[in-house]
């Protein structure tokens, strides 16, 4: 690491400590040659996460659209806040090991998949919207394949 006040390449780390939760470590480094100390941080560097759409367009994944999209399955349904942002971070994470590209038709089954354990009237508005329900038929259908699932 270079020294921000004469430009040496000589430092040496002091302390270095977790810092912002973990996901960062925090560097406390003295200069050898002017002894300018200083404070660097090392974080993890993410490689961007893509979803592609049905129609091949790509776009960066946005955790905030799936609570979005949740929250609004949720309403006026006994799902707290805290259960949606947990399920936003297991989507983001199932998604992350799928690789830098997951399609956008992986994400809706995981979504899909986890409001079926928390709350079956959020899975059924999920479902409506994400399989594009235009019939009473299509959510009797849906019902009797969640129910079976169910019993499995």
Known sequence: MRCPRCRADDTKV????????????????ACV?????FTTYER?????LMVVKSRGGREPFDRAKVVA???AACKGRPV?????DLLGEAIEEHARLHGPEI?????GHAVLEHLRGLDEVAYLRFASVYKDFDAAADFQRELVLLKKL???
């Open 80 to 84: 707290t806040p805290e259960q949606i």
């Open 44 to 48: 993890l560097e993410e490689v961007p």
């Open 69 to 71: 999209g949740v929250s």
């Open 14 to 29: 002091i302390d270095s400590r977790e810092a912002e939760d973990g996901s960062a470590i925090r560097r406390r480094r």
């Open 103 to 107: 399609a956008a038709a992986e994400i």
């Open 150 to 152: 169910q019993r499995s």
């Open 33 to 37: 040659q002017c002894a300018h100390r």
